[in-house]
């Protein structure tokens, strides 16, 4: 497996998080529609079995990585800061991975910190997207005008990504499947097309750069990993007592085409958040973990092979003995 960093400029509005497991799913309709079905099976080959032909990281910051999902209490404490400063702390610079990993909240930037940092001439913000309401309208064709019921007004949040924040994506893939040159190319699809909700009334566009040479970021001594994306670890190996993460359920539903089959609704599924550590029982071999869900109609019946993204980019890392109060 090889990896790719892609630099992503957002140009509009967006109506979904830019996550990994969904821009995966997005990633396989893009491959669809540039090279057909017959090779998105090929590359669907054996996903549930462990050999993904691409894993996809959240979009993240340039030069950060999510804070690790461990307790505020387990780090070492920041002088002269509270509670609630701390919990604003959610990015990671990439420096830090030569520190202890206790040593890293001290490090950490919150939103309004990052934004700071870029020397920034537009008027200074708290946070790296705001979400503003849009309102809707539908018309009654025989009216001419709104109404009431399904032809009330409504509204919809909307997602606007601060302008001087690039946002880096990290992809691991296997080159025998599918070319650097080529996933690039599929997410400038992504970007020309639009992602998640509402792209097809012109939100979520965004530029494409391939970052040459991106080097992995890793920590020496690594015994744990630190995911980049949602990820499903049940059943899995792993050393239960040195494991953190966060949950959430995936209400997933179809896109694209998809969305025309009679029911877009899939199953829903709990994953963990990027962020997770994740201590395995063996340090993996090419830096993803997690696993292929899906196929045989356990997530769709409308469309039976249906799969998500149950791995997740990871980031070797050292995690040290821990006292954590039962």
């Given at each position: 497996m090889e990896t790719l960093a892609l630099r992503l400029r957002p140009l509009t509005a967006f109506g979904s998080p830019l996550l990994g497991d969904t821009l995966f799913g997005q990633l396989c309709w893009a491959a669809r529609h540039r090279f057909g079905t017959g090779r998105l099976a090929d590359l669907l080959t054996g996903y549930t079995a462990g050999r993904p032909f691409a894993v996809v990281s959240d979009a993240f910051p340039e030069g950060m990585l999510p804070r690790p999902a461990l307790p505020l209490s387990l780090f070492?404490?920041?002088?002269?800061?509270?509670?609630?400063?701390?919990?604003?702390?959610?990015?990671?610079?990439?420096?830090?991975?030569?520190?202890?990993?206790?040593?890293?909240?001290?490090?950490?930037?919150?939103?309004?910190?990052?934004?700071?940092?870029?020397?920034?001439d537009t008027a200074p913000s708290r946070s790296l997207s705001i979400t503003h309401p849009q309102p809707h309208n539908s018309l009654n064709r025989l009216t001419g005008t709104t109404g009431r019921g399904e032809f009330a007004p409504y509204t919809q949040m909307q997602r606007w990504h601060a302008p001087e924040v690039a946002l880096v994506c990290r992809v691991v893939f296997d080159p025998a499947r599918l070319s650097a040159d080529e996933i690039a190319q599929l997410f400038a699809d992504i970007g020309a097309s639009g992602f998640g909700r509402d792209a097809s009334i012109g939100l979520g566009k965004f530029d494409v750069e391939a970052i040459p040479d991106a080097p992995w970021p890793h920590q020496y001594n690594a015994n744990a990993c630190l995911t980049l994306a949602p990820c499903a670890p049940q059943g899995l190996a792993w050393d239960a007592g040195r494991c953190f993460y966060e949950v959430f359920t995936r209400f997933g539903r179809h896109g694209d085409l998809a969305v025309h089959e009679g029911n877009p609704f899939k199953t829903p599924l709990l994953l963990a958040r990027a962020g997770a550590i994740l201590t395995p029982r063996q340090m993996p071999e090419a830096p993803f973990i997690g696993q292929g869900l899906g196929g045989d109609g356990a997530l769709s019946k409308v469309i039976p092979e249906t799969v998500h993204q149950g791995y997740a980019p990871c980031i070797p890392i050292h995690l040290p003995l821990l006292e954590v109060a039962a």
């Amino acid at each position: 497996m090889e990896t790719l960093a892609l630099r992503l400029r957002p140009l509009t509005a967006f109506g979904s998080p830019l996550l990994g497991d969904t821009l995966f799913g997005q990633l396989c309709w893009a491959a669809r529609h540039r090279f057909g079905t017959g090779r998105l099976a090929d590359l669907l080959t054996g996903y549930t079995a462990g050999r993904p032909f691409a894993v996809v990281s959240d979009a993240f910051p340039e030069g950060m990585l999510p804070r690790p999902a461990l307790p505020l209490s387990l780090f070492h404490a920041i002088p002269g800061a509270d509670r609630k400063q701390a919990k604003r702390r959610h990015w990671i610079p990439l420096s830090v991975l030569s520190t202890p990993l206790l040593d890293w909240l001290g490090q950490a930037q919150s939103d309004a910190e990052l934004l700071a940092a870029q020397h920034s001439d537009t008027a200074p913000s708290r946070s790296l997207s705001i979400t503003h309401p849009q309102p809707h309208n539908s018309l009654n064709r025989l009216t001419g005008t709104t109404g009431r019921g399904e032809f009330a007004p409504y509204t919809q949040m909307q997602r606007w990504h601060a302008p001087e924040v690039a946002l880096v994506c990290r992809v691991v893939f296997d080159p025998a499947r599918l070319s650097a040159d080529e996933i690039a190319q599929l997410f400038a699809d992504i970007g020309a097309s639009g992602f998640g909700r509402d792209a097809s009334i012109g939100l979520g566009k965004f530029d494409v750069e391939a970052i040459p040479d991106a080097p992995w970021p890793h920590q020496y001594n690594a015994n744990a990993c630190l995911t980049l994306a949602p990820c499903a670890p049940q059943g899995l190996a792993w050393d239960a007592g040195r494991c953190f993460y966060e949950v959430f359920t995936r209400f997933g539903r179809h896109g694209d085409l998809a969305v025309h089959e009679g029911n877009p609704f899939k199953t829903p599924l709990l994953l963990a958040r990027a962020g997770a550590i994740l201590t395995p029982r063996q340090m993996p071999e090419a830096p993803f973990i997690g696993q292929g869900l899906g196929g045989d109609g356990a997530l769709s019946k409308v469309i039976p092979e249906t799969v998500h993204q149950g791995y997740a980019p990871c980031i070797p890392i050292h995690l040290p003995l821990l006292e954590v109060a039962a």
